[in-house]
């Protein structure tokens, strides 16, 4: 008998702020601010959304906006992390990096500086609560100027002793070049950040050359389209960049058919590390341990090899030795059980 997915200890690292509400939340935030959402975040199934041209891109974008915008106050932020991180308990995570842009949530919560403070007080508060390990991944907006980039990668840095780990690059990735933003990534590097852009998901395996090339990146979000370019995935296996690996997301937004068509065993047998993610549940209808269960049964990976990407993600991740080793550990119990 296969094992439960939801007891196999792991890493999250590809989670979007919002984007890890959870629905009923978003439905009683909505009526308490009087917000009305479209039938596609209040029927109770994943929106139909086909990201792969503009006008299904814009519409992802849209429902994301009007979801973001019932978040107003602290104490909506701090529920939010709090139910993303019991969400976290559910699926056997441990450890969890979640992905914000506080700028989007600035003008509610005073300011860049507050926005940012008020979200990594959330953090350790629910991770006091629940037990989960938790960071945060400050990520910049491919469709804004890269000096609004900059201005992130500094603050990010600055708050580098209070629980961010990393730096991002979020958005359609068709728009703006990655080398637009390296004077940002490199002020992130600088400063101890691990360099996470998007890049592989919605555009080609370049993209993915982009990010490594013009970012030094240490792990890229996506990733998946550098299953087209034998050369890359060597070079991924080889530089043991991780690609946090999002398949329900991947089917949500186009860029596959059907789950059978997400290239994991492409990626896997290259010896490509991956970190599987949820990326945002609240609009793609799944969290974590179900990307797990759809390498299971779509994929045919075995609990041997499911093990293998669960330590693949806390590898990837900015835990702490003692979560990492920890972690580890529960994976080869899982195992032996």
């Given at each position: ?6 007891l196999?200890?792991k ?21 308490t601010y009087?917000?009305?959402?479209p ?30 915008s ?16 019991e ?25 860049l ?36 980039a ?37 002020i ?46 060597a ?8 690609c ?20 994991l ?11 599987l ?39 990837g ?17 899982w195992?032996?059980?």
């Amino acid at each position: 008998m296969a094992r439960d997915v939801h007891l196999l200890p792991k890493a999250h690292l590809h989670l979007h702020f919002t984007g890890s509400m959870r629905t009923s939340t978003l439905l009683e935030l909505a009526e308490t601010y009087g917000v009305h959402l479209p039938e596609a975040l209040t029927s109770g199934e994943p929106p139909k959304l086909r990201a792969t041209d503009e006008r299904g891109w814009f519409r992802f974008q849209r429902l994301y906006d009007i979801a973001r915008s019932v978040l107003r106050t602290p104490e909506d932020i701090r529920r939010l992390v709090r139910e993303a991180a019991e969400e976290e308990v559910e699926d056997g995570s441990g450890w969890l990096e979640i992905q914000v842009d506080p700028t989007s949530y600035a003008p509610r919560l005073g300011g860049l500086i507050p926005a940012l403070e008020i979200i990594l007080d959330a953090v350790d508060e629910a991770s006091r609560l629940t037990g989960v390990g938790m960071a945060v991944v400050v990520a910049a907006n491919r469709t804004r100027h890269p000096l609004d980039a900059r201005t992130l990668a500094r603050l990010a840095v600055r708050y580098a002793d209070r629980g961010v780990v990393g730096f991002g690059l979020s958005n359609d990735e068709r728009r703006g070049l990655a080398r637009d933003f390296d004077r940002a990534f490199a002020i992130a590097r600088d400063g101890g950040l691990l360099a996470a852009p998007h890049g592989g998901e919605l555009a080609g395996p370049g993209s993915v050359r982009d990010c490594l090339d013009d970012l030094h990146a240490a792990r890229v979000g996506h990733g998946v389209r550098a299953a087209e370019d034998p050369a890359l995935l060597a070079r991924l296996a080889e530089q043991r960049i991780t690609c946090e690996v999002c398949p329900a997301s991947n089917v949500a937004l186009g860029v596959y058919e059907k789950p059978e068509d997400v290239p994991l065993r492409t990626l896997f047998e290259a010896g490509v590390p991956m970190a599987l993610g949820a990326d945002d549940p609240l609009l793609f209808g799944s969290r974590l341990a179900a990307q797990y269960e759809l390498a299971r049964q779509a994929h045919g990976f075995s609990d041997e090899e499911l093990a293998e990407l669960a330590r693949q993600s806390v590898r990837g991740s900015r835990a702490p030795e003692p979560v990492r080793r920890r972690l580890l550990a529960g994976i080869d119990d899982w195992l032996a059980s």
